[in-house]
């Protein structure tokens, strides 16, 4: 393992009883023990869901035990062999060697997974649980705090009523009141509850140290700060569709200017924020947004995304704060000549980043857009290795991030039956707290974030081009993809069944070598 690199075991136990459990390891290693419990899974029993290893484990002759073991190597440890053991209470043992390597991995990632989610928890506490296990999983969580129905004159705008610290709830109401030709918003709450995450102060005691979460959605979008429906004219044309009512577009563009300098005033500087519309609308339905501005499929969608980008230049112009204007595409094929000459940030479904992969990969090249590939995670049953081999080939292409598209159970179901999204799961305690519990796929994903690492070092050590990179890649594993859809607006689930963990095991051998020369 490279200096800063998680890196993970797993033990299969069996027995008759209940035994105790000891881990060792030389120089005094962070180490997290995890139990996996068994759901049912395509007919199968599958370890998924991750609870705290117990003092006492009950050992069973006819199934497995699944013990996980997390090793967080330090930042600054030297390059050697750490030797340990492990120890059950029966009188069995098994040694661990841990060989760190002569590098170290970079404190920010350089290769984002963002779990997405949608809807913020009740309490600020719940919310920094989440981040904090995706922080130790190096990905970060973030939520959706907007519904798809904030269009209509009076419609709520967002949902940012967390309950603080102080006991006292975000006051929604006055977030949303923002008043046509306003040139100041209420950022005193939203800076109470987000702060810690986008200063780092979260994470001061953390492995990695205050690294602050590197995306967050701002609640900028085609009905905040004011619901478009009420200033729309029924014109197709973006353009043309709120020209009666200036105020409209310049009242987006001031309360982006003014959240430009609360972010510079608060230090804000390190994360990239995200202008982002997700909705899907209709022009004959007014209780939503007259276009589908989330993965758009005709011309007029992509024309309003450009409108809307646009408004996003006017307001970030000037400032510091890193602000994207994101979008979110399933069919690029139907941009039609929009979106040309701007350099956003594309996330782009993984079945289109199969089948349109040259027409995204000319964007990057002629616009310098970024590009991230959104898709879902593998099934509870199939091997985690898909997640390793999905994250292999985007970056083999030019993509610098991934975004499963829902990774949060919030209602506990996952820790009885196999939730394909359930990357995080919500649970309570015996006093009705909440408790953040994770997926071992988690690990996966973690795993693989850091084989990209590994990757992006050895290019830049090497001064090799994208190309290079791909050449590289492809003498070690092979990347057939396979994109399963349940229906046409399915994120995909994609597969990769022809690659095998040696493969894998020698890429990331060949890679640590020259590293390590």
């Given at each position: 393992?490279?200096a800063?690199?998680?890196?993970?075991?797993?033990l299969?136990?069996?027995?008759?009883?209940?035994q105790?459990?000891?881990?060792?390891?030389?120089?005094?290693?962070?180490?997290?023990l995890w139990?996996?419990?068994?759901?049912?899974?395509?007919?199968?029993?599958?370890?998924?869901?991750?609870?705290?290893?117990?003092?006492?484990?009950?050992?069973?002759?006819?199934?497995?035990?699944?013990?996980?073991?997390?090793?967080?190597?330090?930042?600054d440890?030297?390059?050697?062999?750490?030797?340990?053991?492990?120890?059950?209470?029966?009188?069995?043992?098994?040694?661990?060697?841990?060989t760190?390597?002569?590098?170290?991995?970079?404190?920010?990632?350089?290769?984002?997974?963002e779990?997405?989610?949608?809807?913020?928890?009740?309490?600020?506490?719940?919310?920094?649980?989440?981040?904090?296990?995706?922080?130790?999983?190096?990905v970060?969580?973030?939520i959706?705090?907007?519904s798809?129905?904030?269009?209509?004159?009076?419609?709520?705008?967002?949902?940012?009523?967390?309950?603080?610290?102080?006991?006292?709830r975000?006051?929604?109401?006055?977030?949303?009141?923002?008043?046509?030709?306003?040139?100041?918003?209420?950022?005193?709450?939203?800076?109470?509850?987000f702060?810690p995450?986008?200063?780092?102060?979260?994470?001061?005691?953390?492995?990695?140290?205050?690294?602050?979460?590197?995306?967050?959605?701002?609640?900028?979008?085609?009905?905040?700060?004011?619901n478009?429906?009420?200033?729309?004219?029924?014109?197709?044309?973006?353009?043309?569709?709120?020209?009666?009512?200036?105020?409209y577009?310049?009242?987006?563009?001031?309360?982006?200017?003014?959240?430009?300098?609360?972010?510079?005033?608060?230090?804000?500087?390190?994360?990239?924020?995200?202008?982002?519309?997700?909705?899907k609308?209709?022009?004959?339905?007014?209780?939503?947004?007259?276009?589908?501005?989330?993965?758009?499929?005709?011309?007029?969608?992509?024309?309003?995304?450009q409108?809307?980008g646009?408004?996003?230049?006017?307001?970030?112009?000037?400032?510091?704060?890193?602000?994207?204007?994101?979008?979110?595409?399933?069919?690029?094929?139907?941009?039609?000549?929009?979106?040309?000459?701007?350099?956003?940030?594309?996330?782009?479904?993984?079945?289109?980043?199969?089948?349109?992969?040259?027409?995204?990969?000319?964007?990057m090249?002629?616009?310098?857009?970024?590009?991230?590939?959104y898709?879902?995670?593998?099934?509870?049953h199939?091997?985690?290795?898909n997640?390793?081999?999905?994250?292999?080939?985007?970056?083999?292409?030019?993509?610098?991030?991934?975004?499963p598209?829902?990774?949060?159970?919030?209602?506990g179901s996952?820790?009885?039956?196999?939730?394909?999204?359930?990357?995080?799961?919500?649970?309570?305690?015996?006093?009705?707290?909440?408790?953040?519990?994770?997926?071992?796929?988690?690990?996966?994903?973690?795993?693989?974030?850091?084989?990209?690492?590994?990757?992006?070092?050895?290019?830049?050590?090497?001064?090799?081009?994208?190309?290079?990179?791909?050449v590289?890649?492809?003498?070690?594993?092979?990347?057939?993809?396979?994109?399963?859809?349940t229906?046409?607006?399915?994120?995909?689930?994609?597969?990769?069944?022809?690659?095998?963990?040696?493969e894998?095991d020698?890429?990331?051998?060949?890679?640590?070598?020259?590293?390590?020369?």
């Amino acid at each position: 393992a490279a200096a800063g690199e998680v890196t993970s075991f797993q033990l299969l136990l069996r027995g008759q009883s209940s035994q105790s459990l000891q881990f060792t390891l030389d120089g005094s290693l962070r180490m997290e023990l995890w139990q996996a419990a068994y759901v049912p899974a395509e007919g199968r029993s599958i370890p998924d869901p991750l609870l705290p290893l117990p003092k006492q484990v009950l050992l069973r002759d006819d199934q497995d035990t699944c013990v996980i073991a997390d090793v967080f190597v330090p930042f600054d440890a030297k390059p050697g062999v750490r030797k340990g053991q492990v120890r059950i209470s029966d009188g069995r043992s098994l040694p661990i060697e841990l060989t760190v390597l002569p590098f170290a991995l970079p404190k920010e990632a350089t290769f984002l997974c963002e779990m997405n989610g949608y809807g913020l928890p009740d309490h600020v506490d719940d919310y920094y649980q989440l981040q904090q296990v995706a922080y130790d999983h190096r990905v970060h969580s973030n939520i959706l705090h907007y519904s798809h129905n904030t269009a209509a004159p009076g419609s709520r705008k967002s949902n940012l009523d967390m309950r603080l610290k102080s006991g006292k709830r975000m006051d929604n109401k006055r977030y949303d009141n923002v008043a046509a030709g306003a040139t100041s918003g209420y950022w005193d709450d939203f800076a109470a509850a987000f702060g810690p995450c986008l200063d780092g102060s979260l994470f001061a005691d953390g492995h990695r140290g205050p690294v602050p979460v590197p995306g967050f959605y701002l609640t900028f979008h085609e009905s905040w700060p004011l619901n478009c429906r009420a200033y729309f004219d029924g014109n197709p044309d973006a353009y043309e569709a709120f020209s009666k009512h200036p105020e409209y577009s310049q009242t987006f563009v001031n309360l982006l200017q003014d959240f430009n300098r609360v972010a510079q005033k608060n230090g804000w500087d390190k994360t990239r924020f995200q202008v982002y519309l997700n909705n899907k609308g209709s022009m004959n339905d007014a209780a939503k947004a007259p276009w589908i501005l989330d993965e758009p499929s005709g011309f007029w969608d992509y024309r309003a995304l450009q409108y809307y980008g646009e408004l996003t230049d006017r307001g970030r112009m000037g400032g510091t704060t890193k602000i994207d204007y994101r979008i979110d595409i399933s069919r690029p094929e139907y941009c039609r000549g929009q979106l040309d000459g701007r350099s956003d940030l594309w996330v782009v479904a993984t079945s289109a980043f199969q089948s349109y992969r040259q027409l995204v990969m000319d964007r990057m090249i002629r616009d310098g857009i970024t590009v991230w590939v959104y898709g879902t995670s593998n099934h509870v049953h199939e091997s985690n290795r898909n997640l390793q081999a999905w994250a292999l080939d985007a970056r083999r292409f030019g993509a610098s991030g991934m975004v499963p598209w829902q990774t949060v159970n919030k209602d506990g179901s996952a820790l009885k039956q196999a939730d394909q999204l359930g990357l995080f799961i919500f649970d309570q305690d015996d006093n009705g707290r909440t408790i953040v519990r994770h997926s071992l796929r988690l690990k996966a994903w973690r795993d693989a974030q850091q084989l990209v690492e590994y990757l992006n070092l050895l290019q830049k050590k090497m001064s090799w081009t994208d190309e290079d990179l791909r050449v590289f890649v492809g003498q070690y594993v092979r990347l057939d993809a396979a994109v399963k859809k349940t229906n046409d607006d399915d994120a995909g689930t994609t597969s990769y069944e022809q690659v095998s963990p040696s493969e894998l095991d020698a890429l990331r051998a060949a890679v640590a070598s020259l590293l390590s020369r």
